[in-house]
C-alpha cells in the first residue's frame, strides 16, 4: 500500500524490497545536484535571485513529505554559499545570513512542536 506522506519515488522504493536501495540512490542523488547548482550559483557573481528560486522550490517539495525533508536543501545552500564566501562583500553576508535565518527558524518550529 503507498505511502501518501511521501513522494511517488519513495513508494517504490518502499514497496518493492529488491529495488530499495538503488531507489534511494538515485533520490538522493538529487541533493549531490543540487549541491551542484548551488555550488556554481554562488560563484562569482552570487546569483543569490536563482538561488532564492531554487531553494524555495525545493522547500516546498520537502514539504510535501512526512519528514522534515524541507532541511536538507537549506544545508545544502549553506555549504555552497559558505564555500564561495567572500567575506569582504556584504552580498554574500547577507546571503548566509537569510540562510541561517530560515534554518534558524525552521529549527525553532520544529522542536517548538514536541512541547506540549
Do not use: C
Amino acid at each position: 500500500m503507498p505511502h501518501f506522506d511521501t513522494l511517488p519515488d519513495a513508494w517504490l522504493a518502499w514497496d518493492v524490497p529488491a529495488l530499495t536501495q538503488g531507489v534511494l540512490a538515485i533520490v538522493f542523488g538529487r541533493f549531490a545536484l543540487l549541491f551542484l547548482i548551488f555550488n556554481r550559483l554562488s560563484q562569482p557573481p552570487i546569483r543569490s535571485g536563482w538561488i532564492a528560486v531554487l531553494l524555495a522550490g525545493e522547500t516546498l517539495l520537502g514539504l510535501t513529505g512526512y519528514f522534515a525533508g524541507f532541511r536538507e536543501p537549506l544545508m545544502i545552500a549553506a555549504m555552497a554559499v559558505t564555500g564561495a564566501l567572500d567575506r569582504r562583500k556584504v552580498k554574500h553576508w547577507v546571503v548566509l545570513g537569510a540562510v541561517g535565518v530560515v534554518m534558524l527558524a525552521a529549527g525553532v518550529g520544529s522542536q517548538s512542536d514536541d512541547v506540549v
